[in-house]
Structures are given as structure tokens and as C-alpha cells.
């Protein structure tokens, strides 16, 4: 069967909108690196106040709620989503995100206490902030990516 120029740049451009339209319902939307980035600069930033204000217990209390409910969030929001692909990127980010997140605490927090002994005001603020952003900027390119609409040779919108 042979196909024209034309036929076969509106065949690439279709598999490429498919592409896009599986990428928008599945896990790899962004959306989950988002949140996820977000829960821990929360994380962080609740910890930080509560141990400012005294006790690192509310901290740590609203530590566990917040992470329940995140995670109790992201299988819910994996389970309703139309396309369950088989290799998850945003998995992966989260899987490689996990060794950045222990070095960057365990620098962060042991090499501070060795070298000085007590935390300076918001320091875990800006150990969630440097913890939070590889999510946030991959989320948002992958939401972005996801979300992006192609105009068409014929002046149309590809969605």
C-alpha cells in the first residue's frame, strides 16, 4: 500500500495526538509529581514550624496524616484513571527522587548537627524547598507536555 507525503504526515501527526491523549489519562500526566513535591515541602515546612513553636510532635503528627492522605490519594487517583500503562515514568522519578531525597536529608541534618549542633530557623523549609523542586519542575514539564496542543498545517487545533 503505498502512501503519499501527506497522507503519511496526517498518519504521524494522529499517532502523535494518541500519544499526547495516553500520556493526559495516565499516570505520567505530572500531576503525582506535583502533589508528591508538594506533600513533602509541606512535610518539611510543618516540621519546621511545629519545632519553632516547641514540640516537634504536632510536626510529626501532621507528618504522618498528610502522607496518608497523599498516598491514600495517589492509588485512588491511579485506580480512576482510564489508561494504566505498563511502564510508569513518574515511578521512576519518584524511585531515583528517593536516593536524592535520603542524601539531601542526611546531609542536610547529620552534616549540620556534626558542624554546628543546633539548626538555624527554617532550615528544614529549605531542605523541603532543594527536596521539592526536582518534583515540581518534572511534574510541570510532564503536565505540560501532556497538555499541549499542536496547531495543525490547516490552521486547525490538535488537542
Given at each position: 500500500?503505498?502512501?503519499?507525503?501527506?497522507?503519511?504526515?496526517?498518519?504521524?501527526?494522529q499517532?502523535?495526538?494518541?500519544s499526547?491523549?495516553?500520556?493526559?489519562?495516565?499516570?505520567?500526566?505530572?500531576?503525582?509529581?506535583?502533589?508528591?513535591?508538594?506533600?513533602?515541602?509541606?512535610?518539611?515546612?510543618?516540621?519546621?514550624?511545629?519545632?519553632?513553636?516547641?514540640?516537634?510532635?504536632?510536626?510529626?503528627?501532621?507528618?504522618?496524616v498528610?502522607?496518608?492522605?497523599?498516598i491514600?490519594?495517589?492509588?485512588?487517583?491511579?485506580?480512576?484513571?482510564?489508561?494504566?500503562?505498563?511502564r510508569?515514568?513518574t515511578?521512576?522519578?519518584i524511585?531515583?527522587?528517593?536516593?536524592?531525597?535520603?542524601?539531601?536529608?542526611?546531609?542536610?541534618?547529620?552534616?549540620?548537627?556534626?558542624?554546628?549542633?543546633?539548626?538555624?530557623?527554617?532550615?528544614?523549609?529549605?531542605?523541603?524547598?532543594?527536596?521539592a523542586?526536582p518534583?515540581?519542575?518534572s511534574?510541570?514539564?510532564?503536565?505540560?507536555?501532556?497538555?499541549?496542543?499542536?496547531?495543525?498545517?490547516?490552521?486547525?487545533?490538535?488537542?
Amino acid at each position: 500500500m503505498e502512501t503519499n507525503p501527506r497522507q503519511a504526515a496526517d498518519l504521524l501527526e494522529q499517532i502523535e495526538q494518541a500519544s499526547r491523549m495516553a500520556t493526559r489519562y495516565s499516570l505520567d500526566n505530572g500531576l503525582v509529581l506535583l502533589v508528591w513535591g508538594m506533600t513533602f515541602l509541606l512535610d518539611m515546612v510543618g516540621f519546621d514550624v511545629s519545632r519553632v513553636l516547641g514540640s516537634v510532635l504536632p510536626g510529626l503528627v501532621f507528618m504522618c496524616v498528610l502522607n496518608v492522605a497523599m498516598i491514600t490519594w495517589r492509588v485512588w487517583y491511579s485506580r480512576r484513571l482510564p489508561i494504566q500503562l505498563r511502564r510508569v515514568l513518574t515511578n521512576k522519578i519518584i524511585y531515583l527522587w528517593s536516593f536524592y531525597y535520603v542524601t539531601l536529608i542526611g546531609l542536610g541534618v547529620g552534616a549540620w548537627i556534626f558542624l554546628s549542633g543546633s539548626f538555624p530557623p527554617f532550615w528544614f523549609t529549605l531542605l523541603g524547598i532543594l527536596g521539592a523542586l526536582p518534583l515540581l519542575v518534572s511534574g510541570w514539564r510532564m503536565r505540560r507536555r501532556a497538555y499541549t496542543t499542536k496547531a495543525l498545517k490547516d490552521g486547525s487545533i490538535a488537542a
